[in-house]
């Protein structure tokens, strides 16, 4: 099964809903995917007497398992990131005002007050990236380039998106905790809750892994995440953090269902978290910690994040007046669309 697996390219859509929300969700939803011509499977996620069940609908082929299946969470990874450093904070080892000063040796001054609050909402006036993806840089020499360039503007005055920002995120994880990144994510927040596996080479195997289009920066084959994504073996300190974290369809919502049951961290850090703190600059999105807050007419509050690097893309919504969660990913643009029919579909 896995290695016909491997030959096929596909999109993946998991959704998490309230029971009163099913009949309408199976309807739209499979309605959607049976005039697709993308090879496509479906997970339905519901929550019935307090237990999480999972529905699986394979809409075109029968040997697509997704449960098994890695895809690449691309900038989503940034709510993976803002619920560790929360977590941290709730074990006390950690302040969201604390300055970079006194975390990291020898910050120079123009970033030595920089806190980890504007670092979650895109406040601090990092540059957006200090290089490729694909770039073999370690962390000491991201650290030493990120906090060498120049700021873009003085921090905490506007929002700037910035991919550097949630790596640098990521190095305060490692150095507050001791661990590293991945492992401070698996053995101190999913393991101990039981929850599936986040994150990067120590989760990863390539024979679970959704596969690209043939492009030419894939140099035309169907590549794994592993090589499309990453450029090599693992990923470096200019993705670390802020993007190319793996996950199950399945596996996100189990973790943002956790997270917003208060069962990852305090209520109040919860909270903190879906506030909207940092206008994206069109007074209709903000930017909380990991996640956009976004006021619709028809949804009420939305919060999500998507993420996409030309070979795959993944995107996810909750939509609180309807109680429902929706998840894609699939190869270049896929995620993306499906997200987009799906969301039409409910107007």
Partial sequence: MIKNHLLKTFLILAITFSVGAVLFVDKSLFGYFGKTSTSSIVAVQSICEQKICINVKDTTQSQIVSGETFVDLGSITKFVTAVAILHLVDEGRLNLHEPLRQIIPNVPQDKALITVHQLLTHTSGLVGSTGSDEEK?????????V???PLIHKPGKKYLYSNAGYSLLAAIIELRSNKDYELYLLENILKPRNLPEIGYQTVYTSNQSMRSFRTWRTLFQNSPIHSASWGGKKPWWNLIGNGGAVSTAEGFLRFWHAFLQGKIVSPQLVTLALTPHADEGNARSYYGYGLVV??????????????????????????????????????SEEGFKAMKAMIKTMH
């Fill in 147 to 149: 906090l060498s360039t």
């Fill in 137 to 145: 840089l370690d962390r000491n020499s991201f650290l030493k380039r």
């Fill in 294 to 331: 976004e006021q619709s007419p028809e949804f009420g509050k939305i919060y999500w994040h998507d993420g996409g690097n030309e070979v795959f893309s993944a995107e996810w919504r909750h939509l609180t007046r309807k109680k429902i969660t929706i998840f894609s990913a699939g190869p």
